[in-house]
């Protein structure tokens, strides 16, 4: 863009039309036209979760892995051998559980499901956050019921203008990336056994 700039910057001063009229560039136009082209580069719409900026030019995995506030999430999600999966083409509709939301659970819960001998009772809580599909919130109905990529359904409920999947709050939603929408949870949701 630099280059762009002073190479336009020379061109203007380096000659004059033939009518004399003066085109060129003083240093506030430059200036003006850097800070238009920042900005309009650096402006992306999405999301925020975990202090982070959820876009849809990255997966749900990528997203995901910038957020401060599912670092337990992530570590669950490679754990049980999912990244890979959930880095792939979808669409997925992710309910995603904060670290908090991990910190509910019964005392050493997350840490056994962590061990390696755990990885797929592991992998079947997580994928009961996880619906085929792209779903955004305008898609949600009260009573809705979807089934989950572990095989058991999720129930949707609007109390009072607050949507819940099962008893878990949905806290943020719409997080769009490339390969489908997340939304995030305040419970860790868990199937039936």
Known sequence: MAIALISLATACNS??????????????????MDAMDTTSMHTQEGV????????????????AVESKDHTTLVA?????????TLSGKGPFTVFAPTNEAFG???????????KPEMK?????????????????????KDGLELTT???QKIKFTDKGGQWYVNDAKITIT??????GVTHVIDAVLMPKK
């Not at 033939?18 to 200036?31: E, K, L, N, P, V």
């Not at 509910?104 to 962590?114: H, M, N, Q, S, Y």
């Open 104 to 114: 509910k659970l019964p005392a050493g819960t997350v840490d056994k499901l962590l």
């Open 15 to 32: 000659s004059k039309p033939a009518d004399g009229a003066d085109t060129s560039m003083t240093m506030s136009d430059t200036a003006a």
């Open 149 to 151: 990529v572990q095989g």
């Open 174 to 179: 719409d997080a769009v990336s490339s390969n």
């Open 76 to 84: 669950a999600v490679k754990a049980a051998g999912l990244a890979e």
């Open 120 to 140: 797929k009772d592991l992998a079947g809580v997580l994928t009961y956050h996880v619906v085929a599909g792209a779903y955004k919130a305008a898609d949600l």
């Open 48 to 63: 925020m979760v975990g202090g982070a900026l959820m876009v849809p030019t990255k997966n749900i995995v990528e997203n």
